[in-house]
């Protein structure tokens, strides 16, 4: 077990209603699915692996501040304005751009979660490269549809 994170698209006006009532975000989480068409916002613990490439390669995306905190642990919102943004970003920063940040040994050093990097090597790159993929759709699919998502990281 691990500390993971994903995305789900709700729309805007879920969000809003969420990030202003403490109970309806709890009865909200617990029952709510997104539909089955919309893709995987789940990204493992590749989180810090990725926040170092977006960093290190100067993206202008952070994945843990632009989101707004909902009166729950664990959850923030990103607001569909927020979602295009990220995606117009995420769609002009292929991969490659990222991988020439790839450091094994450095990423270890300064202890970036899960510190598997330098012991997995390319494998550590490939995990980061399909992960960022999921980043990418996950953003882009609720940029096309206009819409928030709900950030889990715990």
Not at 86 to 111: S, V, W
Request: net charge negative; hydrophobic share 40%; aromatic share 12%.
């Amino acid at each position: 077990m691990g500390v993971i994170m994903s995305f789900t698209r709700v729309s805007a006006a879920d969000l809003e209603l969420v990030m202003k009532h403490k109970d309806c975000t709890e009865e909200f989480l617990a029952e709510y699915l997104p539909p089955d068409t919309d893709p995987s916002g789940y990204l493992d613990k590749s989180w810090a692996g990725l926040k170092y490439l977006l960093e290190a390669a100067d993206t202008g995306i952070d994945l843990f501040f632009t989101a707004t905190p909902l009166p729950i642990d664990e959850y923030s919102g990103w607001t569909p304005e927020n979602v295009a943004d990220t995606a117009e970003l995420l769609g002009k920063t292929p991969f490659h751009t990222l991988a020439a940040h790839y450091d094994p040994k450095g990423m270890d050093e300064i202890g970036v979660y899960p510190r598997i990097w330098l012991r997995d090597g390319d494998v550590g790159l490939d995990y980061l490269s399909q992960y960022y993929a999921v980043l990418v759709e996950v953003f882009g699919h609720a940029a096309r549809h206009e819409s928030a998502l709900l950030q889990h990281f715990g």
